[in-house]
């Protein structure tokens, strides 16, 4: 009997390898100035209460109506796999009491998040950010600090063609005097009752609308910057002060609306030039309500959320990947059972000592073992045979250019540091 084949579930993003290093590589490269900067770990449930999302994210979201994986558990409670992170951060810090120990509170999370969109190049039901959030003060100097500790992420990737787009959703009297003019803005147009009801839950939201129709009819709408009050103005001043400061340029972008609706004050958003409609690399904002609506106290606080798989698009269309970090230093090949014990023993010491070392197994021929080191792309290669264990010494082959030198094995560790550090872009791909 023949078994059918299992596919994995539509729109999922898998990373095997090889592609999985350069998957890794970018992920610690967005993940490491979080940690610079202070920020820690946070390591949450990749599923929480199906309301956490609803009340969090927000009912006028396409994200809570339309693209949630939300089910019933054994216990007949409705949970959701959760579709951003910053909700469970909330619901942790409340639940754990960080909020009533020192501020701000700074962590960082990445992982796995879900949602039920229609796939395409750069969109995925499941899909990678790396996060952070740091909660508790309102003062704009931080808003400036995640901003760069997102831009320092993009750039130690080494990308270029990216932009940084920022505006002010402002304080409460902002967006109530705004909402004012705007609700008699929609007083004057013919929306469609899904539309209104939407409106209703969050005027902003038909900023986001993309329907042409939309578009047009959104094109005179007020706009919220032009109702910052004193206060608000004066924050956001300084936000892009700060910003100027640490050189990131950005544009303002007054049309700027968050797929989420928990935002206040500072929001942003980066794209990518090279990555079509899925251009959003990243994003976040202030969010000065959400602990409350949470059943917490009124702290805000201020995020973002990176695309990993976005990302690494856009290193690979930027070609900025670095080949040679995903090889082994040296690969070694024992012959025979006696050189098997000796290769185990050096592989061990030398990993112990940074090297990446690879080993061939399974006694193949010499032959197909070289083929094997060759297909690695390692830098170095060794044979070792009992004629090498006897006289003490080994021939390191480097692959590049078929260089060969003797090396005693005793020394191997000291001399393979000294030529890995003398030739360290050797990319082989
Ligand atoms: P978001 O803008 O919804 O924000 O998502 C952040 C990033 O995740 C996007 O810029 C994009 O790169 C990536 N992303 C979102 N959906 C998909 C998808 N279907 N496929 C691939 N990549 C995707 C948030 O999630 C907020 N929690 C960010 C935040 C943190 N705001 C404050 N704190």
Redesign the pocket.
């Known amino acids: 009997m023949k078994f059918e084949k299992i596919q994995a579930p539509k729109g999922v993003r898998e990373y095997l390898p090889p592609e999985s290093q350069a998957f890794e590589w970018v992920r610690e490269q967005l993940i490491s100035p979080a940690r610079l900067a202070g920020y820690q770990l946070m390591e949450l449930p990749v599923f929480e209460e199906t309301n956490l999302f609803s009340r969090g994210v927000g009912e006028s979201t396409d994200v809570v109506t339309k693209e949630m994986y939300t089910f019933e558990d054994r216990g007949g409670r409705s949970l959701t796999l959760r579709p ?3 909700a469970g951060v909330m619901r942790a810090v409340i639940e754990q009491n960080l909020d009533r120990g020192q501020l701000p509170i700074k962590v960082w999370y990445s992982g796995q998040y879900f ?1 039920a ?1 229609r796939p395409q190049a ?3 039901r499941q ?1 990678y ?1 790396v ?1 952070i ?1 740091a909660i508790g003060v309102d003062d704009p100097a931080i808003d400036a600090e995640v901003i760069s500790v997102a831009y320092q992420g993009f750039k130690k990737i080494g990308l270029k063609n990216f932009t940084l787009q920022i505006t002010s959703l402002g304080d409460s009297a902002s967006r109530s005097a705004h909402r004012v003019d705007l609700l008699k803005y929609y007083d004057r147009l013919s929306l469609d009752e899904a539309t209104r009801a939407r409106a209703e839950l969050n005027p902003l939201r038909l900023f986001d609308d993309k329907r042409p129709e939309m578009v047009a009819a959104m094109s005179n709408a007020p706009l919220l910057l032009n109702y910052l009050s004193k206060e608000a103005a004066a924050n956001f001043d300084k936000v892009q002060r700060y910003l100027k400061e640490l050189k990131i340029n950005f544009e303002i972008n007054p049309r700027m609306v ?3 609706d928990y935002y206040t004050g500072t929001t942003f958003e980066f794209s990518h030039a090279d990555l079509g409609a899925q251009s ?6 202030r ?1 000065d309500g959400l602990m409350e609506l949470l059943g917490g106290q009124p702290l805000s606080g201020i ?5 990993v ?2 990302a690494l698009l856009a290193a690979i269309a930027e070609n900025v990947l670095p080949s040679q970090n995903f090889i082994s230093d040296l690969f070694l090949i024992p012959l025979g059972e006696e050189a098997k014990v000796t290769a185990l023993r050096m592989a061990d010491q030398l990993r112990q000592q940074g090297i990446s070392t690879e080993l061939a197994f399974g006694d193949r021929s010499l032959k197909a073992a070289m083929k094997a080191a060759d297909k690695s792309g390692a830098r170095f290669v060794i044979v070792l045979g009992d004629t090498e264990i006897a006289g003490g010494e080994v021939e390191l082959k480097r692959m590049e250019d078929g260089t060969v030198t003797s090396v005693k094995i005793a020394q191997l560790p000291v001399e393979l540091q000294s030529l890995l550090s003398a030739n360290p872009i050797v990319s082989r791909k």
């Open positions: 951003e992170g910053t949602r969109e750069g969109r995925y899909f950010q996060g959030e968050r797929g989420l959003g690399i990243g994003g976040g904002g969010y995020g973002f959320g990176l695309g798989d976005r």
